[in-house]
């Protein structure tokens, strides 16, 4: 009898410890659920205050896209690391912060950044993502554009002078576009089209809110061939662009070529050839000139200017 009390003893004593540790863990738990949904709200809130704060200037969003790295491996592993970005994109960069520092609030985004903003986006837009990257950057320029506002700007673009005065233009436009170099070259100076590269927007227009959806719908269908493969991007924003004017009353206001330095000063556009070789470059209207898009597409993909790619800061200037 005593061995079988004995027995009993034992058994409830590391019950009674089990069942300690059970409300032990439970507790732990329930405080670090606590805590961190203190965090989460302290850490929204602060999200919140900053972008109030932020907001008193119009943002400008520049999207650097990071590949990997195959220029200098010092071991085999190290060809996998993010962050090769050419020279000349840096001083493009640079070229924004020098003349709109004063008044944008100048957001640079990676692939690591870009969900602080859009907390929502249900894309993978690291360098491993399935979906194409010109795709992704196209998605996410609408849905900055629609729930901030402001000038999304690429990163292959040289800016000349302060935006300030032409973003202001928003008190009357709810978009705003720059003359397509490629549109302009081929069309002749007819019917000349907004470029995807540059884009100044009111917040929550209607023409980003719809782009927003049809370039979702793209991205995640794998037939979806209603566009021009090589520029699925354009066309939604061309026709997006009318279905709002027409519908919607949007305002839009398109910006005439001279505003991104697309031809010369002898009337001749300006291309990658002109641009890169000996020759002076002047612009055939000097102080309406802001931007000049420099054609990164052609310097990666042709080998006459993959030296360009590969200067440094110092061999460009």
Not at 11 to 40: A, C, G, H, P, R
Not at 164 to 182: E, M, R, S
Not at 268 to 290: G, Q
Request: charge should be positive; aromatic fraction near 16%; charged fraction near 25%.
């Amino acid at each position: 009898m005593c061995v079988n009390k004995l027995c009993i003893y034992i058994i409830m004593y590391y019950l009674i410890i089990i069942v300690l540790m059970l409300i032990m863990i439970l507790f732990f738990k329930y405080q670090t659920k606590q805590s961190n949904d203190k965090t989460e709200n302290f850490i929204n809130k602060t999200h919140t205050r900053n972008m109030k704060e932020l907001s008193k200037k119009p943002f400008i969003w520049i999207y650097i896209e990071e590949n990997i790295n195959s220029k200098n491996w010092d071991d085999f592993y190290s060809r996998l690391k993010k962050g090769n970005i050419s020279n000349y994109i840096w001083l493009c960069v640079y070229s924004v912060y020098v003349n709109c520092f004063k008044d944008f609030n100048i957001i640079l985004l990676n692939s690591d950044s870009i969900y602080h903003y859009l907390p929502k986006l249900k894309i993978n837009m690291d360098f491993n993502s399935t979906i194409e990257l010109k795709k992704r950057k196209q998605y996410i320029s609408f849905c900055l554009l629609e729930k901030y506002g402001g000038i999304y700007i690429e990163s292959n673009i040289i800016v000349m002078k302060n935006l300030i005065h032409v973003y202001n233009q928003t008190d009357k436009y709810d978009f705003i576009g720059f003359a397509c170099p490629l549109k302009y070259y081929k069309s002749y100076e007819k019917d000349i089209t907004p470029t995807m590269d540059i884009m100044i927007s009111r917040k929550n227009s209607v023409v980003t809110r719809l782009c927003k959806i049809e370039l979702n719908k793209i991205i995640n269908s794998f037939n979806y061939t209603s566009y021009n493969f090589n520029n699925y991007g354009d066309c939604v924003l061309q026709k997006y662009l009318k279905l709002s004017i027409d519908n919607y009353k949007l305002k839009f206001l398109q910006l005439s070529p001279d505003y991104n330095g697309i031809l010369d000063d002898n009337k001749k556009i300006i291309n990658t050839e002109y641009l890169l070789s000996k020759n002076k470059t002047n612009f055939l209207n000097e102080e309406k000139v802001h931007v000049f898009i420099i054609n990164k597409n052609e310097i990666i993909q042709n080998f006459k200017y993959n030296w360009f790619d590969r200067f440094s800061i110092e061999q460009i200037l």
